[in-house]
Structures are given as structure tokens and as C-alpha cells.
T-cell receptor, first 114, second 111 residues
């Protein structure tokens, strides 16, 4: 089975721009979660989508948004980029039935904001 | 608010020694706990998931224990190898299904 894939792997943007990241989960998985990883804050939960609905949300500003499609693929959008948004963005997929089952992570998208 | 702590932050052992990695959490009302490894600049690789009703879980050279009452989990890696060098992260599921991560323990296994 193919693992979780994320595109693009690297992005360089300037302040004020917006960006869209994509995540394709493992086949059969219906839950996709997004995390931000920075050296200072570690791994922080952004949001989770299950069957096209946002099921959980972390403490991030409204500039961070996401969506999930009927094939379970998910996108994350960040508008009005700030320097502090530079991070590794990771998505994780799971079966999603219980909300607490094994999470499988993708390789991440490295976003640099200049 | 759940806080997850991993001590030590870094660890260096000679090849062949057993590794013992600690994880503590403040709220014992967790659901499941998952251990990951992360290689530099890469994503997370799932190692083990321990359900809240379990006391331990084993996979090959890896063994993880869970003591909810004391708020602790321990990951044991037997007979360490240089390929085990990585950062090891533990994460607990809260009641909302969110993973709360520790800061990780960076492990170096020297040949």
C-alpha cells in the first residue's frame, strides 16, 4: 500500500502571499490531520478532517484553513503569510473510525516565508 | 491542559546497549498513546500504538509500556544499532482525538 503523500515537498513564499498544501492519505483512510512543526513550538495540531467534515480544530488563527474531498484527499491553505509561518507542515492519515487510531504521517512540506 | 514531557532531551549510547526512553503526561485520562521516530528533515514513522486499556505493546526489538495511573510510558529498544539514531517522539490522544506531542528525545547510537 502506498503511504501518505504530500505535495509540494518544498515551498518558498514571501510575506502576504497565500499557499495551498496537498495531502493524499493511505487508501481506505478517511481521516486526515494536519500539524505544524517548528523548532521552537514542536509539533502542534492544526485540524482534522473526517469524511469531508472538520472534526477537530487546534488553536491557530483563521488564516489557516483546510478542506477534504470525497476521495479523502485534503488541502490546507494559509493566507496572508507571515514569517512565523515558516515550518514543516505534516499531514497524517488514519482509518478515523475511533478518532484515536494509529496515525501515519507523510514526509511533510517545508514552507519558507521570506 | 495535557502536557507531555520527554526526558532526557538527548541521549548517546554505544551500539549494542539497550535504549530506555521516557514519556510522562499530566492528565491520566488519555485514550491511546503512540510512539514515533523522526529522522532529520523527514516525516514521522509510527513505531507503536498502545491502547489505553493495554499495559504494553511489542514489535520486534521495540517494547512500550503504559502506566496511566502514574502518567508514564517507556519505550525500550533492545540491542541498539546505529540505524536507530533518530528523534523519538511520544504523543497522547486527548478526549477530542487530538495528538499532543512531547518535544522528543534525540538519540545517537555510536558504532
Amino acid at each position: 500500500k502506498a503511504g501518505v503523500t504530500q505535495t509540494p515537498r518544498y515551498l518558498i513564499k514571501t510575506r502576504g502571499q497565500q499557499v495551498t498544501l496537498s495531502c493524499s492519505p493511505i487508501s481506505g483512510h478517511r481521516s486526515v490531520s494536519w500539524y505544524q512543526q517548528t523548532p521552537g513550538q514542536g509539533l502542534q495540531f492544526l485540524f482534522e478532517y473526517f469524511s469531508e467534515t472538520q472534526r477537530n480544530k487546534g488553536n491557530f488563527p483563521g488564516r489557516f484553513s483546510g478542506r477534504q474531498f470525497s476521495n479523502s484527499r485534503s488541502e490546507m491553505n494559509v493566507s496572508t503569510l507571515e514569517l512565523g509561518d515558516s515550518a514543516l507542515y505534516l499531514c497524517a492519515s488514519s482509518l478515523g473510525d475511533t478518532g484515536t487510531d494509529t496515525q501515519y504521517f507523510g514526509p511533510g512540506t517545508r514552507l519558507t516565508v521570506l | 491542559k495535557q502536557e507531555v514531557t520527554q526526558i532526557p532531551a538527548a541521549l548517546s549510547v554505544p551500539e549494542g546497549e539497550n535504549l530506555v526512553l521516557n514519556c510522562s503526561f499530566t492528565d491520566s485520562a488519555i485514550y491511546n498513546l503512540q510512539w514515533f521516530r523522526q529522522d532529520p528533515g523527514k516525516g514521522l514513522t509510527s513505531l507503536l500504538l498502545i491502547q489505553s486499556s493495554q499495559r504494553e505493546q511489542t514489535s520486534g526489538r521495540l517494547n512500550a509500556s503504559l502506566d496511566k495511573s502514574s502518567g508514564r510510558s517507556t519505550l525500550y529498544i533492545a540491542a541498539s544499532q546505529p540505524g536507530d539514531s533518530a528523534t523519538y517522539l511520544c504523543a497522547v490522544f486527548d478526549s477530542w482525538g487530538k495528538l499532543q506531542f512531547g518535544a522528543g528525545t534525540q538519540v545517537v547510537v555510536t558504532p
